[in-house]
């Protein structure tokens, strides 16, 4: 009789021991993104992991993958399409290949400021925009920020239109941005965040094109001399998590992280900002000469391309719309 009871007892405890939230294994979590920590990308990353935590009570192991470790944005994008990835922070340079409503956000000066690109990106055009993501496998959770454009390069300064000839300008795998470059003149070249460094250190490219900021946090300055602050596009960036991870969370779990995207979302804008402003002393500090320029000619000169996408993509009133919000 003894025997029985102590079977039974132990049979409870050890069921206690199982059923505990704290026996519970975490869920597994990685968010993969081309850019260093110390970028707004690893700003939104470390905001997004805290809050889950917080919000979960540790339910979910968050593994931060930065600095193009799981490869380059447009393989990360295909692993979470088929599963393999659970989240990342991505420009939206190579999102468009997947979904062509996207392109739309990469039109050369849309935008006109970033109160301008923020009202737009969270209005119901935004917001329509990331959940028309889900057809693809991909499930957009927020608009997190990359910033105006720049332009960093070797030889004479870039400083009008005309300036850009021939230049080998290093671009995103992005048929927008490439037709723009093209139709000012220079020769773009498509390429892999991960083989840009070295293209610049080798002179395979003369320049390419980023928010100021990131030309400090990749140390642009070592392998480039000039920068031209063109701003010729606004880049959004989109936290966002494969459509199956998402789709096998419960109704409070996908609750938790949509609101820790939204942080994170904030929290990317928020060092976007201060990472532009650091930014400008600190290459001035490290050598580079940094032009400003006269946008207004580069405006009128891509008006065309402008006009042609939007015809040509079904995005004329699109267009309106947002040029409308500013």
């Not at 209005?123 to 993501?133: A, E, W």
């Not at 030889?155 to 037709?179: C, F, Q, W, Y």
């Not at 840009?196 to 070592?222: H, R």
């Not at 602050?229 to 199956?244: D, G, N």
């Amino acid at each position: 009789m003894k025997t029985i009871k102590s079977n039974v007892f132990k049979c409870i405890a050890l069921s206690a021991v199982v059923l505990s939230p704290l026996a519970v294994e975490a869920k597994s979590l990685n968010i993969a993104f081309t850019q260093t920590m110390d970028s707004q990308y690893g700003a939104a990353a470390k905001a997004f992991q805290s809050e889950l935590d917080k919000r979960s009570n540790h339910e979910f192991k968050v593994d931060l993958k930065p600095a193009g470790a799981l490869g380059g944005e447009r393989e990360v994008i295909e692993s979470l399409q088929l599963g393999i990835t659970a989240m990342t922070i991505s420009s939206t340079g190579p999102l468009g290949n997947f979904d062509k409503d996207v392109y739309l956000f990469d039109f050369p000066y849309i935008f006109k400021s970033y109160d301008h690109a923020h009202k737009v990106l969270d209005s119901s055009i935004g917001q329509n925009m990331l959940k028309g993501l889900s057809n693809h496998g991909i499930k957009g959770l927020a608009w997190g920020e990359n910033g105006f454009r720049q332009l960093t390069y070797n030889g004479p300064a870039i400083l009008k239109p005309s300036d850009m000839d021939g230049n080998k300008i290093r671009t995103m795998e992005n048929k927008v941005h490439l037709a723009t470059f093209k139709s000012l003149g220079s020769a773009p070249v498509p390429m892999s965040w991960t083989e840009v460094f070295t293209a610049l250190q080798q002179g395979t490219i003369d320049g390419q094109e980023n928010p100021i900021n990131l030309a400090v946090t990749s140390k642009l300055y070592e392998v480039q001399k000039q920068a031209s602050m063109t701003q010729h596009f606004y880049s959004p960036a989109v936290i966002a998590m494969s459509q199956s991870y998402w789709d096998g969370l419960s109704q409070q779990e996908q609750q938790w992280v949509q609101e820790s995207a939204n942080v994170a979302a904030k929290a990317m804008r928020e060092s976007r900002a201060k990472l532009e402003a650091e930014a400008m002393t600190e290459l001035t500090k490290q050598g580079m000469t940094i032009h400003t320029v006269d946008i207004e000619p580069f405006i009128e000169a891509t008006a065309p391309i402008r006009k042609k996408l939007a015809s040509d993509m079904g995005f004329t009133q699109q267009l309106a719309d947002i040029e409308a919000m500013n």
